[in-house]
């Protein structure tokens, strides 16, 4: 082909690119674009976090491509509309993109091939965001998996594609294409930054996967269920915009694993393949299931009595509920635009079972603070808390939030880094200020505004209600 179009959507990166590279082999010129979406700015779940960090890989994307010779055009608007006229523009065969699974993206994607092939341009998609795709793993009975277990043992058999590599320098000159200026910043579209975000692009990206591969990943196992001891890769937001391909990370920890001294160290690499696996399960949830984009995974579960008491979820969003693990995540996420995964899921089942408020107002509220708000595993992770979803944890079980801090947070380290009106108090009542009501009124730390042993009572008579 004489000309392609790169389509850059959540793959912002120049290496491990399928669609990319594919586009470098096949045609002699590659014409990459980047298309900053009116929905960025307005769409439901935007967030500042999120925004910026989007803006920034994608100003460290457009500095590798220049490396390359190559001239990153970004233009603002629509893509439905700006891709054939730029198609004409630049008088290309066929747009190439990676593949997007979320089902509001594939039914633009639809519009888009139809609007293409009207002026006779193809457009090709290829995956790369994931190993396997929705249609690949499937259970004997030709039907998708909706436990993880038995999906996860699937997958494994399976052998995973290596890295495509990186993309050589320009082949052939381009063109001049006029491009249009991307906003500064998230303030500039309305959406004030106050939270200090992870380095972006994926310079940044690969750093991360090294240092984390060269020591961290042998105590994953054990480390990543502490929040004071950051023992997560933290990834997510680049796997998220596609800083890093998800086959350079296992083939990284494959190298990794090669290179473990104990079963422990090999035990680790293991349990972080089962959290890249995770998020390969709950992408094809979402596609297979579109449905849980609008309610519980499980439809009997619509029917459950929330209580949906509004100054309860403000409490719960500013970090304010007097239970301190809880408001110490959240004061977490306010202000990073992240959260660690044992965080997350205390968070989680706090807000559905013990302030009794729908999982959906608490999935809204991490996508639009989350650097990684990832719509296929937010979702997933938020009806695994309620107890909706596929493979959820059943609803009887509701963790306790002092002993899920006493057990994961020993001395209140996390919690006295973000709640600094605890800091009088002594290590064995950090979880649990209320048992000093003297030095609680003194701290100015809000007593609790829902007594834990009252609400799982009431908990559980919700969801028996529906159960029958
Ligand atoms: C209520 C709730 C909401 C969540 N929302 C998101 C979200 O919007 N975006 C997101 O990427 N993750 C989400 N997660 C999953 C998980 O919390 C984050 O992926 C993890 O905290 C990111 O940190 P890390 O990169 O250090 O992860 P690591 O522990 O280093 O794991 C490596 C990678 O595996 C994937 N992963 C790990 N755990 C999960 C999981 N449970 N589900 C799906 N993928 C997983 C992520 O891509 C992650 O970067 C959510 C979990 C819960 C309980």
Redesign the pocket.
């Known amino acids: 082909m004489k000309a392609v179009i790169h389509w850059f959507r959540r793959d912002l990166r120049v290496s491990d690119n399928v669609a990319l590279s594919e586009a470098a082999k096949r045609a002699e010129t590659v014409i990459p674009l980047f298309i900053f979406e009116d929905a960025f700015r307005t769409g439901p779940d935007v967030g500042a976090a999120r925004l910026a960090f989007l803006l920034q890989s994608v100003e460290s994307l457009r500095k590798n491509l220049a490396e390359l010779g190559h001239t990153l055009i970004v233009r603002c608007g629509k893509s439905e509309e700006i891709l054939p006229t730029f198609a004409k523009e630049v008088g290309a065969q066929c747009v190439f993109a990676n593949k997007r699974y979320e089902p509001y993206t594939q039914r633009r994607d639809e519009r888009i091939t139809g609007a293409l092939l009207k002026i006779g341009v193809g457009f090709e998609m290829f995956k790369d965001a994931v190993v396997w795709e929705e249609q690949e793993i499937l259970n004997l009975s030709g039907k998708p998996y909706t436990v993880f277990t038995p999906y996860s043992k699937a997958w494994k058999v399976k052998a995973v594609p290596a890295p495509v590599g990186k993309i050589g320098p320009r082949k052939a000159v381009s063109g001049n294409y006029p491009s249009d200026a991307l906003p500064a910043s998230p303030d500039a579209v309305g959406y004030p930054l106050t939270q200090k975000i992870p380095a972006a692009g994926e310079r940044a990206a690969l750093e991360l996967l090294r240092k984390?591969m060269a020591g961290p990943v042998y105590s994953?196992a054990t480390n990543?269920n502490f929040p004071a001891l950051d023992?997560?890769?933290?990834?997510?937001?680049?796997?998220?915009a596609g800083t890093i391909g998800i086959r350079t990370?296992i083939a990284e920890l494959n190298k990794a694993k090669v290179k473990a001294v104990d079963a422990n160290a090999v035990k680790s690499c293991e349990t972080?393949l089962n959290?890249?696996i995770?998020?390969e399960?709950?992408a094809q949830v979402l596609h297979n299931f579109p449905h849980v984009t609008k309610g519980a995974f499980r439809p009997e579960y619509d029917k459950l009595q929330w209580s949906d008491n509004q100054e309860h979820f403000v409490a719960w969003c500013e970090g304010r509920t007097g239970y301190p693990i809880v408001d110490a995540a959240m004061r977490c996420l306010n202000a990073t635009g992240?959260?660690?995964?044992r965080l997350?899921?205390i968070?989680?089942m706090f807000l559905t079972k013990d302030l009794l408020i729908n999982w959906q107002w608490?999935?809204r509220y991490?996508?639009k603070q989350?650097v990684?708000?990832?719509?296929?595993?937010?979702n997933?992770?938020?009806q695994?808390?309620a107890g909706t979803g596929t493979d959820a944890a059943p609803y009887f079980r509701i963790f306790n939030p002092v002993s899920q801090a006493e057990k994961f947070d020993a001395g209140g380290k996390f919690v006295r880094q973000w709640i600094p009106e605890l800091k009088d108090f002594p290590d064995d009542l950090v979880h649990q200020p209320w048992e000093n009501p003297l030095l609680l009124a003194k701290s100015k730390y809000p007593s609790r505004i829902v007594l834990h042993e009252e609400q799982r009572g009431k908990c559980l008579a919700m969801f028996k209600a529906v159960k029958g």
């Open positions: 984390f994953y990543r023992g997560g890769s933290n990834l997510s937001p680049h796997l998220r990370i972080f959290e890249l995770w998020r399960f709950y992240t959260m660690h995964n997350r899921m968070v989680a608490g999935e991490f996508m989350l990684d708000g990832d719509m296929a595993a937010n997933g992770g938020w695994w808390s």
